[in-house]
């Protein structure tokens, strides 16, 4: 049954083709009673449309009716064509010659109620091969009833066969004539059902909502062709005194390819994006050609009434004005027409263009461009993600890194500009359905991207080194507090064994050699003198009293000073880092106090304040501070911000005042 | 006892002890040994290392007031490699405490004086302690003192006795509680008092933290 099914379609089809091309050349054989050669090309290009995409759909889509029903649809009009033809040559063109004339007769001018039961399927299956919902089997029941019924009394018709073939008998026997009441009952049933069919798929559209809106879209697109098609002899008629039959045949044709092709985009889902594009430019081409064609004519009129008859000018002025007028008209027909037909487009597309407005004179941040997309397409979860390539990782407006985007299903459309790629935009699952709306903004807004993706590259590259700089800082600091160990528990205790050595050997020598004992002294007295010494230099690398807190320690160093110093320090524990850098600070201050400044007094102050540790220096100096070569002020000042805090001084007649401010958490 | 997380400095101490004709009981390198050997031996004076393990912050100090509660009678002598430790000037005020810095040891006349004092419950703060609570205390009257006045002020808050003052100072003992009666009046705090309780009052009157309470 598979290889019945997977083989069936090809015969199907190739069934079709070649009763099509049957009918050609019976039609062609016929002669002057055959139709003109258009005619046969038209069935013959309704065919192969037809065959042919029902074709593709049934190889793609294994099993969905509508490929069947095309393919029905095909082999139903070659046979009506091929019975035609059949009747033309056998019934008309040489009588006799061929068997069976009047059952071409009769397929020919009864089988056509079978192309609306197609042609009904069709639209109540559409787009899914599925029924809207289980109430319509009535409907298509009651339709297919109808036409059988109406198939039954054409085929058992009592009446003659229509001109020109009145004179072939029927094959079939008459049905009585008290049944022919059955005829308009029969007509008002197809009429109904077909009606019917059309209010199931404008409901369905109603409801419809994303890929099915577009597969709607299609169809009525390609729908909207047949009553196009019909009007152009009629506008021809009135505009030019007729159409070519050439011209007509051309349209009509590019109709029954493009129903079946719509059908199939719709269907296969293949490019079904494009539906919106596509009416969009239809809309904006056919506004514009009938506008320019309006300016060409206007200008050729009123040039020629102007300077006479000299069409070569006019008709070159004419021409000049279409192509200086082309390229605003089309923004603005483009406008227009989006603004009425594409209304979530243009403002979404409006909102972007205020946004570069406001970007251009500093009103807004280029970092804001995510969540003026997210405004402009309506999604509220939509993200833009900026992409830095030099980590191969996605990142906020924030800096923040990404690793993993959000997980479908979010859809994602990547934001390229040329080759390059600057991010990803994560949103909402419907918003993949109308890239329409979502690619236009992003072009748009473009640039704005660019140079959010850029700054947020470098903010990130800044703070990667700023968290270097502090680590360098945290890393000296480290190597200062493990030298500072070293010296205490290392060599000063070392030295202060070997005089406890000293001191035990000064006892046993007893009372005797007052001379050597003398000695020891000395040798003592210069072993705590480097004791003091070491102790010192301890101190300058770090502070053993931070141990103890900055409180302490900045007491400790206030206890050293050569001049009084008042220490105000609260007594809280901060992170090491900022304790250690809070006491460089007021070390550097207080040296710089003592050396240059002159005054009387110097207060230390550490105070938090609001989140912060705000270390102060101040002294009643002459001022004359600055920082700069000779002080020990900037390496302080890459200290204090490589803690994310910043250095302040400020020095004049009234004293020299340094300030520190570390956040603190 | 003697507590001292680093070898040659703790043998170096037993032997300072032992030349002076003590009996060192125990030697210990961590505070809990310190407990425990404190409890088994109830010894006259414990010598405590500040830093020791496991995090050589303030184990010596937490070990100390330790000792001071549970074994009153067991004096207890601070060593210590910086001038500040929180919690030490406390307890020297309260007697049988002493604080000094560990370099203190090389001026052995000095050292075993302040150890044998803190053992017979007086008091024992290293001189640079003290002269740090001097010179921060630049807001109160100490500009009334003489310069002789503030010498004696410095040693009474070492803890040192009259005697030892006048020792110290090559002068008389008389001279010096003459000093110290004038010091004491000038400072305005309570005269007679004497031994720890003296030390306390001057203390008091010197480190500001405690008076803020």
Same mark, same amino acid.
């Given at each position: 049954?598979?290889?019945?099914?997977?083989?069936?379609?090809?015969?199907?089809?190739?069934?079709?083709?070649?009763?099509?091309?049957?009918?050609?050349?019976?039609?062609?054989?016929?002669?002057?009673?055959?139709?003109?050669?258009?005619?046969?090309?038209?069935?013959?290009?309704?065919?192969?449309?037809?065959?042919?995409?029902?074709?593709?759909?049934?190889?793609?889509?294994?099993?969905?009716?509508?490929?069947?029903?095309?393919?029905?649809?095909?082999?139903?009009?070659?046979?009506?064509?091929?019975?035609?033809?059949?009747?033309?040559?056998?019934?008309?063109?040489?009588?006799?010659?061929?068997?069976?004339?009047?059952?071409?007769?009769?397929?020919?001018?009864?089988?056509?109620?079978?192309?609306?039961?197609?042609?009904?399927?069709?639209?109540?299956?559409?787009?899914?091969?599925?029924?809207?919902?289980?109430?319509?089997?009535?409907?298509?029941?009651?339709?297919?009833?109808?036409?059988?019924?109406?198939?039954?009394?054409?085929?058992?018709?009592?009446?003659?066969?229509?001109?020109?073939?009145?004179?072939?008998?029927?094959?079939?026997?008459?049905?009585?004539?008290?049944?022919?009441?059955?005829?308009?009952?029969?007509?008002?049933?197809?009429?109904?059902?077909?009606?019917?069919?059309?209010?199931?798929?404008?409901?369905?559209?109603? @409801?419809?909502?994303? &890929?099915? #809106? /577009?597969?709607?879209?299609? %169809?009525? *697109?390609? !729908? $909207?062709? =047949?009553? +196009?098609?019909?009007?152009?002899?009629?506008?021809?008629?009135?505009?030019?005194?007729?159409?070519?039959?050439?011209?007509?045949?051309?349209?009509?044709?590019?109709?029954?390819?493009?129903?079946?092709?719509?059908?199939?985009?719709?269907?296969?889902?293949? @490019?079904?994006?494009? &539906?919106? #594009? /596509?009416?969009?430019?239809? %809309?904006? *081409?056919? !506004? $514009?050609? =009938?506008? +320019?064609?309006?300016?060409?004519?206007?200008?050729?009129?009123?040039?020629?009434?102007?300077?006479?008859?000299?069409?070569?000018?006019?008709?070159?002025?004419?021409?000049?004005?279409?192509?200086?007028?082309?390229?605003?008209?089309?923004?603005?027909?483009?406008?227009?027409?989006?603004?009425?037909?594409?209304?979530?487009?243009?403002?979404?597309?409006?909102?972007?263009?205020?946004? +570069?407005?406001?970007?251009?004179?500093?009103?807004?941040?280029?970092?804001?461009?995510?969540?003026?997309?997210?405004?402009?397409?309506?999604?509220?979860?939509?993200?833009?993600?900026?992409?830095?390539?030099?980590?191969?990782?996605?990142?906020?407006?924030?800096?923040?890194?990404?690793?993993?985007?959000?997980?479908?299903?979010?859809?994602?459309?990547?934001?390229?500009?040329?080759? +390059?790629?600057?991010?990803?935009?994560?949103?909402?699952?419907?918003?993949?359905?109308?890239?329409?709306?979502?690619?236009?903004?992003?072009?748009?807004?473009?640039?704005?991207?660019?140079?959010?993706?850029?700054?947020?590259?470098?903010?990130?590259?800044?703070?990667?080194?700023?968290?270097?700089?502090?680590?360098?800082?945290?890393?000296?600091?480290?190597?200062?507090?493990?030298?500072?160990?070293?010296?205490?528990?290392?060599?000063?205790?070392?030295?202060?064994?070997?005089?406890?050595?000293?001191?035990?050997?000064?006892?046993?020598?007893?009372?005797?050699?007052?001379?050597?004992?003398?000695?020891?002294?000395?040798?003592?007295?210069?072993?705590?003198?480097?004791?003091?010494?070491?102790?010192?230099?301890?101190?300058?690398?770090?502070?053993?009293?931070?141990?103890?807190?900055?409180?302490?320690?900045?007491?400790?160093?206030?206890?050293?000073?050569?001049?009084?110093?008042?220490?105000?320090?609260?007594?809280?524990?901060?992170?090491?880092?900022?304790?250690?850098?809070?006491?460089?600070?007021?070390?550097?201050?207080?040296?710089?106090?003592?050396?240059?400044?002159?005054?009387?007094?110097?207060?230390?102050?550490?105070?938090?304040?609001?989140?912060?540790?705000?270390?102060?220096?101040?002294?009643?100096?002459?001022?004359?501070?600055?920082?700069?070569?000779?002080?020990?002020?900037?390496?302080?000042?890459?200290?204090?911000?490589?803690?994310?805090?910043?250095?302040?001084?400020?020095?004049?007649?009234?004293?020299?005042?340094?300030?520190?401010?570390?956040?603190?958490? | 006892?003697?507590?001292?997380?680093?070898?040659?400095?703790?043998?170096?101490?037993?032997?300072?002890?032992?030349?002076?004709?003590?009996?060192?009981?125990?030697?210990?390198?961590?505070?809990?040994?310190?407990?425990?050997?404190?409890?088994?031996?109830?010894?006259?004076?414990?010598?405590?290392?500040?830093?020791?393990?496991?995090?050589?912050?303030?184990?010596?100090?937490?070990?100390?007031?330790?000792?001071?509660?549970?074994?009153?009678?067991?004096?207890?002598?601070?060593?210590?490699?910086?001038?500040?430790?929180?919690?030490?000037?406390?307890?020297?005020?309260?007697?049988?405490?002493?604080?000094?810095?560990?370099?203190?040891?090389?001026?052995?006349?000095?050292?075993?004086?302040?150890?044998?004092?803190?053992?017979?419950?007086?008091?024992?703060?290293?001189?640079?302690?003290?002269?740090?609570?001097?010179?921060?205390?630049?807001?109160?009257?100490?500009?009334?003192?003489?310069?002789?006045?503030?010498?004696?002020?410095?040693?009474?808050?070492?803890?040192?006795?009259?005697?030892?003052?006048?020792?110290?100072?090559?002068?008389?003992?008389?001279?010096?509680?003459?000093?110290?009666?004038?010091?004491?009046?000038?400072?305005?705090?309570?005269?007679?008092?004497?031994?720890?309780?003296?030390?306390?009052?001057?203390?008091?009157?010197?480190?500001?933290?405690?008076?803020?309470?």
């Amino acid at each position: 049954v598979r290889r019945l099914n997977r083989v069936l379609p090809w015969v199907v089809a190739g069934a079709a083709l070649a009763v099509a091309v049957f009918a050609v050349v019976l039609s062609a054989l016929a002669g002057e009673h055959g139709d003109p050669w258009w005619q046969s090309a038209l069935g013959l290009c309704a065919v192969l449309a037809a065959v042919s995409i029902g074709l593709l759909i049934t190889v793609r889509r294994p099993g969905h009716p509508i490929g069947s029903l095309l393919l029905a649809e095909g082999l139903l009009l070659a046979s009506v064509g091929a019975a035609d033809g059949y009747a033309q040559y056998a019934a008309l063109e040489d009588p006799g010659a061929l068997p069976g004339a009047e059952w071409a007769v009769l397929w020919g001018q009864s089988s056509w109620p079978l192309l609306f039961a197609v042609i009904l399927a069709l639209v109540l299956l559409f787009p899914d091969g599925r029924l809207p919902s289980p109430r319509w089997r009535g409907v298509f029941i009651g339709g297919t009833v109808a036409i059988g019924g109406f198939l039954i009394l054409s085929f058992f018709d009592p009446e003659p066969f229509e001109a020109p073939y009145e004179d072939v008998g029927r094959p079939l026997p008459s049905l009585p004539d008290a049944l022919s009441v059955l005829w308009p009952v029969f007509f008002l049933g197809i009429l109904g059902s077909i009606f019917a069919a059309v209010r199931a798929v404008r409901s369905r559209f109603r @409801r419809a909502t994303g &890929i099915e #809106r /577009l597969q709607f879209k299609w %169809l009525a *697109y390609s !729908a $909207l062709l =047949v009553p +196009l098609v019909l009007l152009v002899p009629v506008i021809g008629g009135v505009v030019a005194g007729g159409v070519e039959d050439g011209a007509f045949t051309a349209l009509f044709l590019f109709m029954l390819g493009a129903i079946p092709a719509s059908v199939g985009v719709a269907v296969l889902r293949y @490019r079904l994006y494009e &539906i919106d #594009r /596509l009416i969009n430019a239809t %809309l904006v *081409y056919g !506004a $514009l050609t =009938v506008l +320019l064609g309006a300016t060409f004519a206007a200008v050729t009129l009123i040039v020629g009434v102007a300077i006479g008859g000299d069409s070569t000018f006019s008709t070159a002025a004419a021409t000049l004005a279409v192509a200086v007028a082309f390229r605003p008209l089309r923004d603005r027909v483009q406008t227009q027409v989006d603004r009425r037909f594409n209304r979530a487009r243009y403002e979404g597309l409006q909102k972007v263009h205020r946004f +570069l407005d406001r970007l251009r004179i500093g009103r807004s941040e280029p970092e804001e461009v995510g969540s003026v997309i997210a405004d402009a397409v309506s999604d509220p979860s939509l993200r833009l993600f900026f992409w830095l390539p030099s980590d191969d990782i996605h990142a906020d407006a924030s800096g923040r890194v990404h690793a993993e985007l959000p997980p479908a299903p979010a859809g994602r459309t990547p934001v390229r500009r040329g080759e +390059l790629l600057l991010g990803t935009i994560v949103h909402s699952p419907e918003l993949a359905e109308s890239p329409g709306l979502l690619d236009p903004v992003i072009v748009r807004a473009g640039l704005a991207i660019e140079i959010a993706r850029l700054r947020v590259e470098v903010r990130r590259q800044l703070a990667e080194v700023e968290q270097s700089r502090a680590r360098i800082v945290a890393a000296t600091y480290e190597e200062r507090r493990r030298l500072e160990r070293d010296l205490h528990d290392g060599a000063q205790q070392r030295l202060v064994s070997i005089g406890l050595d000293l001191r035990h050997l000064q006892h046993q020598l007893g009372s005797g050699n007052a001379e050597a004992k003398g000695s020891l002294d000395a040798v003592v007295g210069s072993l705590t003198e480097a004791i003091d010494e070491l102790r010192e230099l301890a101190r300058g690398v770090r502070p053993a009293a931070l141990d103890d807190g900055l409180a302490a320690a900045l007491r400790e160093l206030g206890s050293r000073s050569p001049i009084p110093t008042e220490v105000e320090a609260t007594e809280e524990r901060f992170s090491e880092d900022i304790e250690a850098a809070a006491y460089f600070v007021a070390s550097e201050g207080l040296t710089n106090a003592v050396k240059h400044a002159g005054g009387s007094r110097v207060v230390l102050r550490a105070a938090r304040d609001n989140g912060t540790l705000v270390l102060s220096v101040s002294d009643d100096g002459h001022g004359g501070a600055a920082p700069g070569a000779g002080t020990g002020l900037t390496g302080l000042e890459d200290r204090v911000a490589a803690l994310g805090g910043n250095l302040d001084l400020r020095s004049d007649d009234a004293g020299t005042w340094l300030m520190a401010v570390f956040p603190c958490e | 006892v003697i507590a001292e997380d680093q070898a040659l400095l703790r043998e170096g101490l037993a032997r300072l002890f032992a030349d002076a004709g003590h009996e060192v009981v125990a030697t210990v390198d961590d505070a809990d040994r310190l407990r425990a050997a404190v409890s088994e031996h109830s010894p006259d004076l414990a010598v405590v290392d500040v830093r020791m393990p496991p995090s050589f912050k303030d184990e010596g100090i937490k070990a100390a007031h330790w000792i001071r509660s549970a074994h009153p009678d067991v004096a207890v002598l601070v060593l210590s490699q910086h001038i500040e430790a929180a919690g030490a000037i406390d307890l020297v005020s309260e007697g049988g405490f002493g604080y000094l810095l560990k370099d203190r040891v090389l001026d052995v006349a000095e050292f075993m004086e302040a150890a044998e004092r803190v053992q017979r419950g007086g008091s024992a703060l290293d001189p640079q302690v003290v002269s740090t609570l001097i010179s921060s205390d630049s807001e109160g009257g100490m500009g009334g003192l003489t310069p002789r006045e503030r010498e004696v002020l410095s040693l009474m808050a070492e803890g040192l006795t009259n005697a030892g003052i006048a020792e110290r100072l090559v002068l008389t003992e008389r001279t010096v509680e003459s000093h110290a009666r004038s010091v004491f009046s000038k400072l305005d705090l309570p005269s007679g008092e004497e031994g720890h309780r003296r030390v306390l009052a001057v203390l008091t009157y010197l480190d500001p933290r405690r008076n803020q309470g």
